[in-house]
């Protein structure tokens, strides 16, 4: 009831989405709206000989949101997406395009029945086609004209209209990404799957590329899965984020759910940057030279993690709070990174900070935690690190 609703949901604003596009010319004009579809994953299993490289996934992404897929390399998101687009089979389990199966026990729909768009890391352009044929190519169910004028529409959508009859040799790296872009969304696919659209550029290119991607899925309405290794960006793209490890779905939820109530110790490492202390639960408190924090469930006797968010460590004159000395002092442009000897510790911590407030390399200094930033966590194996 609630997915037909959002669906419904969707569907208007689409619809509110092409009339305002009708209405309204932007210089780069507008992607051209598409019905958003409902993408679900129902307990998919997929072997390779003996690597299973996906683990009973269950999955659902509403019509109109960008969910992005986090994972190290290996863990089972390529596979996913392919299954996806009907490239590759399950071994057991159901996908679900608005509801109705289109891969599982009973039927199979071939990946040019689904309306499905792809959009790989390894995008390759025709060098003997040019722009405009190229982003044209997928076309087949409209007239050559018609065709043209669609490619056209999404090639100026990419701000790259002017290059329409050139050919791909004279583009650089972003502009050969902004056309595989507009190749993927010209055919209006209710679904958008992107295998690390952006891993190709350098941090500044990739940004940008993030930015206009995410206006341009906005404007579509397109239902898309994202997949990427880089928790930023998976926080910034995603409406939710779907957290993957050994073929697993370990979290699902949106940036912030995921930044402040991690799963686990490596779920946590993957969204920030944390000090990593060494405890044992007593008396239903983890008890660290830092302090005593919840136990977070944890039994007496447990040997646990204490992580402390490098933004929560305080540092404070010295005679205050815990014995420490600055060792080191790092500038990361408006911020600093400070690494302190903690009294008790056996490894240094990193204090976050204004560049302004950092303290000189030798000063001797308190230190204080932020109850707020610690997360108490199970030692992996039952080993503190
Ligand atoms: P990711 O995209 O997260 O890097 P993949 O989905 O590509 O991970 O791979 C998941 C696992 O499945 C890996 O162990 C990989 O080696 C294995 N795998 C993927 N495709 C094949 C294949 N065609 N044949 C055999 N093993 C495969």
Redesign the pocket.
Known sequence: MAAMLEFLKARTRSLTEAANGLRRKSPRGKAAVTFALALGFEHVW?R??D?L??DDVTLDVPPGKVLCLL????????????IAAGVERPSSGRVLIDGEEVAGPDRFVPPEKRGVGLMFQDFALFPHLTILDNVAFGLKFLTRREARTEALAALERVGLGHYAGEYPHILSGGEQQRVALARAIAPRPGILLM?EPFSGLDTRLREAMREDTLAILHETCATCIV?T?DAEEAMRMGDSVAL?RK?RIVQTGDALDLYRAPKDLDAARTFSDLNEVPARIESGRAATPLGTFKANGLADGAEAVVCVRQGGVRLLKAGKGVPGRVLDTRFLGDVALVEVAVQGLDAPILARMRESDAPAQGTEIGVAVDPGAVLVFAALNGVSP
């Open positions: 997929r390779y000989g690597t490289a996906l994972g190290p390399s290996g863990c089972g998101k390529t596979t996913l997406l392919r295998d997949v290794h993957m073929g």
